[in-house]
Nanobody, 121 residues
Framework: QVQLVESGGGLVQPGGSLRLSCEAS????????MGWYRQAPGKQRELVAT???????NYADSVKGRSTISRDTAKNTVYLQMNSLKPEDTAVYYC???????????????WGQGTQVTVSS
């Protein structure tokens, strides 16, 4: 069981930046993968970025080069730094924690409540 709390969303102008935070209720080293997803009205939830317990990072093509996922293990927190924001980045951003059980053939996913990001001039 993992509880996740996101913060840092808000209204920004195109080209602006913001940093999203996700605080977990347990050590992020006990979670296989943490990541950020986003969902706009009428659209499917899509992956933005992930970071594994080993530090491996992956990014969606739409944000690669202008976003950075990072972590502060002492604070059990994962961050998403987003720069050069575009109107199409507007969405509710959700933090995700995935615990994998390879011997049992399944994984558990936990989600935060979401934080709204709006990019508009």
């Amino acid at each position: 069981q993992v509880q996740l709390v996101e913060s840092g969303g808000g209204l920004v102008q195109p080209g602006g930046s913001l940093r999203l935070s996700c605080e977990a209720s347990k050590s992020i080293f006990s979670i296989n993968v943490m990541g950020w997803y986003r969902q706009a009205p009428g659209k499917q939830r899509e992956l933005v970025a992930t970071i594994s317990v080993g530090g491996s990072r992956n990014y969606a093509d739409s944000v690669k080069g202008r976003s950075t996922i990072s972590r502060d293990t002492a604070k059990n927190t994962v961050y998403l730094q987003m720069n050069s924001l575009k109107p199409e980045d507007t969405a509710v951003y959700y933090c995700n924690a995935r615990t994998v059980y390879p011997g049992l053939g399944y994984s558990d996913d936990y989600w935060g409540q979401g934080t709204q990001v709006t990019v508009s001039s």
